[in-house]
């Protein structure tokens, strides 16, 4: 349970941010939740820091539900949460996709885009990385987001191929 002061407010903002970067739920005002294991420690203390630091009272809690139908409804929750997460993860897979099905359609062979297509896909690996720790209850959708990344680089692979074998024709042609 965090309370801060209203103002200013990119400390509400910052707290915010931090939970929603370890994927906790927000279960009303100032409360928030994730399953108690490892994963989360680490943000629910910076946390609970940030709110320390802005004035504000952080109070953590271990709970459980009075019956096991709570524990279901929260499981079912945060699950919930966790599959948004993945269509969100599995939309940017196809944007990424289609970014790279333009290129080869335009024929934008160079190094440039080459490595900032290479960083696109290292960002979405990380974003899975992160995702598959925060998905304790395993969401439907891991799935088939960990093929859909695996397609993501095969296609980046593809993409790179393609870029060399362009660079080779011009550097060939040059001489």
Do not use: N
Not at 112 to 129: G, I, P, V
Not at 142 to 154: F, I, P, V
Request: net charge negative; charged share 30%.
């Amino acid at each position: 349970m965090v309370k801060l002061p209203a103002e200013p407010s990119r400390h509400r903002v910052g707290v915010w941010r931090e939970l929603r970067r370890i994927g906790a739920l927000s279960l009303g005002q100032g409360v928030w939740a994730v399953p108690d294991v490892p994963v989360f420690a680490g943000g629910v203390s910076r946390a609970i820091v940030l709110t320390e630091q802005a004035g504000g009272q952080a109070v953590a809690l271990t709970a459980s539900g009075r019956g096991p139908e709570d524990a279901a409804r929260f499981q079912a929750m945060f699950t919930a949460a966790r599959s948004a997460d993945w269509a969100e993860f599995l939309a940017d897979c196809g944007k990424f996709e289609a970014e790279l099905a333009k290129e080869i359609r335009i024929a934008k062979f160079t190094l440039a885009e080459l490595e900032e297509e290479e960083q696109s896909l290292e960002r979405l690996r990380r974003w899975h990385r992160d995702l598959t720790a925060r998905d304790v209850f395993g969401a439907p959708e891991a799935a088939e987001a960990g093929e859909r990344l695996r397609q993501c680089t095969t296609a980046c692979e593809d993409y790179a191929e393609r870029v060399f074998a362009a660079l080779h024709q011009t550097l060939e042609g040059d001489r």
